[in-house]
């Protein structure tokens, strides 16, 4: 034990010598940890309200009777199977929604209420059971839901836990009153039933579903979430980067301690657990500031993270992030884990030294030519690996080992084309002979920062083309798609048909907007019907289709399917959609934004197949100098709330800010990213800048001054990043159209065209020069303010 | 004043009377034979010089008597136990807890301190003294150096640091390679002369490869290498 910690403290005092040294280290760490758990507290706090949400009512325990065709259950269905003893309690659901917010109501029989369903508690003594029950009823939401943008006119509010986000608990009359609907959504099912009664499935027609174990919003947010875990992962790899640096130089200057250790009788066993022993503790210090720093990032992008999975996936979570003492215990194990594979190589050198070698204080940092090599015929395996996954590769776990495969093949080539490359860049003089030279001995020191850097470059690169090419043609995609003049919400389907038929008039048509929600192979999807109107054969491009795909929608008999039901479940024009009965698909329309399988029909088809659903949104044609005034008019004459009529370019700026709101956390993390690289360069230039003096001190002993000598290290630096980032541009274009091309397809279901940005590359040059110019500057001043005697210290020393 | 001649109190590690009995041994780094059959014993307090040209083996043998490498055949006993034979946690422990090296290049722990250098090995050993380094850095003349660091010394300090941490585990056999091999020849002299005083004082052994035939003469033994065979006793 003595020995131990004698070995510990020996070892140890190398940082209280060189604190830049630990600080670097700790910074690396702490940061990986930051945005690895930073990301993870994000996908945990929203799986945490999916799981709320679907444990909602005991929907991932309770069984539930409902119509096979979506619709509500009779009144005296449900009444007939209680009359003959069953189980079953009712629910109505729905959503409220006008201009101020929406709300999704789910209306309850507590009197019926299974047990397992777990509602909220109804019979603590300070709950007003009696408003809960009588008009005008109580709504039970949470404090987060009640300070958010909520419907107008609703029933009083109560805080109560245990009910979903975005959603209230009320009783079903009050339900049915506010929703307008008398009949139950569905009726749920005790798991216990009176003993001696047959089967309930053959006491009804409706449907008996089986409780959800995952439900819908949770695997419709896979892939975001699985996006984030990547970008996640990135980052904490590059941050890695940063450690396995710091912990290469601390080796490197402890070698010749470390062996001085050993032949002073310290077992080999002892060395190894003591640079262990003070590894883990240093990781446990920059693990604990990594993840106040995680859960100070995830807090930053939580906000924006709701309104994108709100925006994009319609799933609601409150933006406000909890602290969770299992995240934090794991984000601290991920540390110990990243810090112990960035260490892995260390140790294994100190295991190998032999204790009587001479100490060669750049070995670290001249990786042999054969290394290179090898990395390099890695790097071709990797990237034929990828174009395997990209030409026969299935599922969206495929296209993200495309990526990394891809990314890390890039990675590992860096080094041979970087030596290649300054092979051949011609010298005007010795000098300019030597810096070259001097450059390609360098670039097996800096490798990993550069791979550090070309992987944030090409990841910005990649991920900024997707989101350009995206951003451009869902604008082209809009201004198609929003062809008419005005958008009009009513407060209800009878407001709604009163308004349309009052100014059916003075208007070109009026377009009833009118959906139901039905379940397609299983899955959530929406059914749209539409009038037969010269409108929607301008503006929706179709991306197949059948002859005369509009005339043959028009007759009832036929629906046009959007790009992700078609790709999800491989249909095209020809296949007959299960729906209505069975209707052949005319056409597929692209549908960008939405996650969900949609479905256009007639609107008399659609009326037949869904009679409870009426319009309360319709758009209007109309000449585009009228609109204003039409706007006026239905605000002034029929008193509709100033958001009720929304003209054309507000649907527009609605749509690009849900649009922006999506990639915003991307962006985020990109810019972290980008960041991380830039401290990995500058822990690795101040790495050399300790190790190169031996290589200096001749060079200005015959002639160069340290100010020269300070200035090439900043220019090298600058060219080293030139050149990393000439290589980062087709990585970053092979990564956009990987992204493009198979990861949207996978995980949203629409592929889209790849567009070019080169004013984004411009600017991206302009910071990654930044970084490593601010990475260089500080190393570069220190050699040009070096004193001259620690210069000639280099050639006392060298014997 | 670098030389004193206040007796310091040995400490008895003996089990049995030879200090170290190399016999027989052979080593050779790929083709080319190193030692060739050297066979040395040495008697406690005994401080016995070996010479022999570049190349001859000289620094070999040493390793090899300290247990920092390993002969193909033949034996090193130290203390009458073979330290050729063992795992390196016992050698390892053997070199600990019986043998002080003192190297050419020094080898001291740059983020260390003088005086924690000074007490580095005593204290792997269990058997720190914070007395008997004291003394040794005032008999080496580092007193007034202790807070300082190994990059802040000459290198004439710098030996005396790590003579010190050599004896200050009272160690029953030092090994010196070359120890003023970096030092000029006055300073070189002093130094040899603190070691062989406080080696005389402590009662330890010692073995010292030197290029000296001067400073070889100034040791009560001497032997010579050529070429991995030793030539005379």
New interface residues.
């Given amino acids: 034990m ?2 131990l910690y ?2 510990v ?2 070892l140890s ?2 940082w ?3 604190p830049g040294q630990l600080a670097m280290l700790a910074i690396g760490l702490a940061l990986a940890t930051a945005l690895w758990s930073g990301v993870q507290a994000i996908n945990a706090e929203a799986r945490g309200a999916y799981d709320r949400a679907a444990a909602i009512l005991g929907q991932d325990q309770l069984s539930r009777l409902e119509r096979a065709d979506g619709r509500s259950v009779p009144l005296a269905d449900y009444l007939a199977l209680r009359a003959a003893g069953y189980l079953v309690s009712p629910v109505i659901s729905g959503e409220l929604r006008d201009s101020a917010g929406r709300l999704r109501i789910l209306g309850i029989d507590p009197l019926t209420t299974p047990e397992a369903a777990q509602g909220p508690a109804l019979d603590s003594d300070d709950f007003d059971l009696a408003a809960f029950f009588t008009n005008p009823g109580l709504l039970l939401v949470t404090e987060a839901t009640a300070s958010g943008s909520l419907p107008t006119n609703l029933p009083p509010l109560a805080i109560a836990e245990d009910v979903p986000p975005a959603a209230a608990i009320t009783d079903i009359s009050t339900a049915a009153r506010l929703l307008g609907q008398t009949d139950p959504s569905y009726l749920l099912v005790s798991p216990t039933q009176p003993f001696g009664l047959p089967a309930i499935t053959e006491a009804t027609e409706l449907t008996l579903s089986a409780p959800d174990t995952a439900n819908d919003i949770s695997r419709l947010t896979d892939s975001f979430h699985l996006n984030l875990t990547a970008f996640g992962l990135l980052s904490f790899g590059v941050g890695l980067f940063i450690v396995h640096a710091a912990i290469g130089l601390a080796f490197e200057q ?1 070698r ?2 470390i ?11 002892t060395v190894l657990l003591a640079l262990s022993l003070e590894l883990a503790l240093i990781a446990f210090i920059a693990g604990i500031i990594g993840i106040l720093l995680g859960y100070l990032i995830a807090a930053a992008l939580m906000p924006g993270v709701a309104g994108t999975l709100r925006g994009l996936y319609g799933a609601d979570i409150e933006g406000i992030l909890r602290f969770d003492p299992v995240w934090a215990i794991s984000a601290l194990l991920i540390t110990w884990l990243g810090a112990g594979a960035a260490a892995v190589q260390a140790m294994i050198r100190t295991t190998r030294m032999p ?2 070698a001479p100490a060669l204080p750049r070995a670290w940092a001249q990786a042999s030519g054969r290394a290179i090599r090898l990395q390099a015929l890695a790097a071709l395996a990797l990237f034929a690996l990828a174009g395997g996954l990209a030409l026969f590769g299935q599922g969206l776990i495929a296209a993200f080992l495309c990526l990394a495969a891809l990314l890390i093949g890039s990675a590992l080539c860096l080094p041979a084309l970087m030596t290649a490359a300054l092979k051949i860049l011609p010298t005007r003089n010795a000098f300019s002979e030597w810096v070259l030279a001097d450059t390609r001995q360098q670039i097996p020191g800096l490798s990993l920062a550069l791979m550090a850097l070309l992987l944030a470059l090409s990841a910005n690169i990649g991920v900024s083309t997707m989101v350009g090419s995206f951003r451009t043609t869902f604008l082209g995609w809009l201004d198609q798609r929003l062809a008419s003049e005005l958008y009009v919400t009513a407060a209800d389907p009878a407001e709604a048909a009163f308004l349309m038929e009052a100014i059916r008039d003075d208007v070109d048509a009026i377009l009833p907007i009118v959906s139901a929600d039905q379940r397609l192979y299983d899955r959530p999807a929406q059914v749209f019907g539409i009038i037969d109107h010269p409108t929607y054969r301008a503006a929706w491009p179709l991306l197949a289709q059948t002859s005369d795909p509009w005339d043959q929608l028009a007759t009832g008999n036929a629906a046009l399917i959007n790009e992700q039901l078609a790709r999800r479940e491989n249909l095209s024009p020809g296949d007959i959609l299960p729906l209505a009965g069975g209707l052949p698909i005319v056409g597929v329309y692209s549908d960008y934004g939405n996650p969900n399988g949609q479905a256009i029909v007639s609107l008399n088809r659609f009326t037949e197949t869904f009679p409870d659903a009426q319009p309360f949104r319709f758009a209007i044609r109309i000449n585009p100098d009228d609109a204003p005034q039409i706007a006026t008019r239905l605000r002034e004459e029929f008193g509709l709330p100033p958001d009720a009529v929304t003209n054309q370019a507000q649907v527009k700026a609605f749509s690009i800010d849900v649009f922006d709101q999506t990639f915003r956390v991307t962006g985020a993390l990109n810019i972290l990213t980008l960041g991380v690289a830039g401290i990995a360069l500058l822990t690795s230039l101040l790495t050399l800048a300790n190790l190169r003096l031996p290589q200096l001190a001749p060079i200005w002993a015959v002639g160069t001054s340290r100010a020269t000598l300070a200035r090439v290290e900043l220019l090298r630096a600058l060219g080293l990043a030139i050149l990393t980032f000439v290589f980062a541009l087709p990585v970053g274009l092979a990564l956009a159209w990987v992204l493009l091309a198979l990861v949207n397809v996978e995980a949203f279901g629409w592929r889209l065209p790849m567009q070019l940005f080169p004013s984004d590359w411009a600017r991206l040059f302009a910071l990654a020069l930044l970084a490593a110019g601010l990475a260089a500057l500080g190393p570069a001043l220190r050699l040009a303010r070096i004193p001259p005697a620690r210069l000639t210290q280099i050639f006392a020393q060298e ?1 | 004043m670098l030389v004193a001649n206040r007796p310091i109190a040995a400490k008895s590690n003996g089990m049995t009377n030879t200090l170290l009995d190399i016999r027989d041994i052979h080593k050779s780094y790929g083709d080319v034979a190193v030692l060739s059959g050297v066979s040395i014993g040495m008697e406690p307090r005994q401080t016995l010089a070996l010479t022999g040209e570049s190349g001859s083996g000289k620094s070999t043998l040493l390793h090899l008597a300290g247990g920092l490498d390993q002969p193909e055949s033949g034996q090193v006993l130290l203390q009458g136990r073979d330290i050729g034979t063992m795992d390196d946690a016992a050698r390892a422990k053997a070199r600990r807890d019986h043998v002080g090296l003192i190297f050419q290049q020094f080898n001291l722990v740059p983020s260390l301190s003088v005086a924690a250098n000074i007490a580095l090995q005593a204290r792997l050993a269990g058997r720190h003294d914070a007395d008997f380094c004291a003394e040794l850095a005032d008999r080496l003349g580092l007193a007034d150096l202790t807070n300082r660091f190994p990059e802040q010394l000459s290198g004439g300090q710098q030996q005396r640091v790590a003579i010190a941490r050599a004896l200050a585990p009272r160690p029953a056999l030092i090994l010196a390679d070359e120890p003023t091999g970096n030092l000029d020849e006055d300073t070189g002299d002093a130094v040899l002369s603190l070691l062989l005083d406080l080696v005389s004082d402590t009662g330890a052994g010692l073995l010292m490869v030197t290029h000296s035939p001067r400073l070889a003469a100034r040791l009560s033994h001497r032997i010579h290498l050529s070429r991995g065979v030793l030539e005379g006793a």
């Fill in positions: 003595n020995m004698t070995a403290l020996s005092s190398h209280r010598h060189r402890r010749a301690a062996r001085t250790l050993r032949a002073l009788g310290t077992p080999l066993r204790l009587l014997r």
